[in-house]
């Protein structure tokens, strides 16, 4: 039976992440989690390791510790059918003012990590010509315009571009890969404890800061998206035959991709004539 697949689902301690993991629990799913703790993963899901349930401490910036969770997992469930790849987290700041440091971490937790999981997973697909690959991005992953999120939202492109790629790759092999866009849902990831901010602020970035403030103070407990509708929508499309490409939940996530595409389709018509006029036939 359909709810008898095996699901790997990475960041599962909160945020969309814990709901699709105790929804699938309790639709009666076989499950493989992670988080970088046991105890605070148990603890979220409020269940400790069972027939249907394997809880994993894994740190995906670590190939090794991804690679030791996904044969965990296979030795408990024989297969992996569905992998959703949520781990990650936000971080707020101009360009300029985020450091090296502090830019490449979020690409390795974000972006890196992610490819470790795939790279570790896509085996047991290809041996069986079967899997669902589903890597959670961000409207920002779409649309990058605010002010004091370029480099989280470069990190949500990223995302998105590796999953285009892999879908080209992986569909003759009868695997799928779905980038997901959440708009904004009310989970903790607006929360203080998840907001990383930049060591060195530059006060000439004045909208930028009013940005995050506004994110933390304003927006934070109050966002439209209801993650558990989220979360259903999310088992519902992994249930069907065939998975979008891209897949945008929430209706502010509509609209500002629906923004982003008539700016771009507006930029592309004003200079059309300079456009075409590269080639050398022209």
């Not at 992998?83 to 972006?111: C, K, M, P, T, W």
């Not at 998975?243 to 008539?262: C, S």
């Amino acid at each position: 039976m359909d709810n008898k697949k095996v699901w790997f689902v990475t960041g599962a301690s909160k945020g969309l992440g814990l709901s699709l993991v105790k929804q699938l629990l309790s639709a009666g799913y076989n499950v493989a989690a992670t988080s970088r703790t046991v105890d605070s993963l148990s603890k979220a899901v409020e269940s400790e390791e069972s027939e249907n349930f394997l809880p994993l401490e894994v740190s995906i910036t670590s190939e090794q510790s991804v690679k030791d969770a996904v044969s965990k997992t296979i030795e408990k469930f024989g297969t992996i059918d569905v992998l959703v790849n949520n781990a990650g987290y936000g971080l707020f700041g101009s360009v300029e003012e985020l450091s090296d440091e502090e830019s490449r971490q979020n690409f390795d937790i974000n972006v890196f990590g992610s490819l470790n999981v795939i790279r570790q997973t896509l085996p047991y697909m290809r041996a069986k010509r079967s899997g669902k690959i589903f890597n959670i991005s961000s409207v920002g992953g779409f649309r990058a315009d605010f002010p004091g999120a370029g480099i989280y939202c470069s990190t949500k492109f990223a995302v998105a571009g590796f999953t285009e790629g892999l879908a080209s790759e992986v569909k003759e092999l009868g695997i799928s890969a779905t980038v997901v866009y959440p708009g904004y849902f009310r989970t903790d990831f607006l929360s203080s404890e998840s907001m990383v901010v930049p060591k060195n602020a530059i006060d000439d970035y004045a909208t930028a800061r009013a940005s995050v403030l506004a994110h933390e103070k304003e927006i934070a407990g109050n966002q439209p998206g209801d993650p558990e509708k989220a979360i259903a929508v999310l088992i519902k499309i992994a249930s069907e035959e065939n998975t979008p490409v891209h897949l945008f939940l929430g209706k502010d996530a509509y609209e500002m991709a629906q923004g982003k595409i008539e700016i771009v389709s507006k930029d592309l018509e004003a200079y059309k004539s300079l456009t075409i006029s590269t080639d050398f036939d022209s």
